[in-house]
Nanobody, 127 residues
Framework: QVQLVESGGGLVQAGGSLRLSCAAS????????MGWFRQAPGKAREFVAT????????YYADSVKGRFTISRDNAKNMVYLQMNSLKPEDTAAYYC????????????????????WGQGTQVTVSS
């Protein structure tokens, strides 16, 4: 069983930065690709970033590319999302997720391919 707990959300002004953390537990976590998704009120959950199990490859949504960085520390069972140059449109609940199965990098952009989710952490960016 995999458990994920996010932290690090909060209120920040536009242009500011936040670092989200995801503490993972479970035997298979270090061998899983991981992802971050977000959901704004009234909108569907959307892909933000994903990282391979070994941390070698990452992939980002166009809306965050160049501003956000996903990373992981398998020794600590942690996944991070560094968010810089934040914009009001980044306001959402952010979720950490562990992928099920494997595929191309695009496989990991679909929320249906993740089988474990955290409870989410709220990020609010004021203008």
């Amino acid at each position: 069983q995999v458990q994920l707990v996010e932290s690090g959300g909060g209120l920040v002004q536009a242009g500011g930065s936040l670092r989200l953390s995801c503490a993972a537990s479970g035997r298979s976590v270090s061998s899983r690709n991981m992802g971050w998704f977000r959901q704004a009120p009234g909108k569907a959950r959307e892909f933000v970033a994903t990282i391979t199990w070994d941390g070698v490859s990452t992939y980002y949504a166009d809306s965050v590319k160049g501003r956000f960085t996903i990373s992981r520390d398998n020794a600590k069972n942690m996944v991070y999302l560094q968010m810089n140059s934040l914009k009001p449109e980044d306001t959402a609940a952010y979720y950490c997720a562990a992928a099920a199965g494997s595929g191309s990098i695009y496989y990991y952009t679909r929320s249906s391919n993740y089988d474990h989710w955290g409870q989410g952490t709220q990020v609010t960016v004021s203008s």
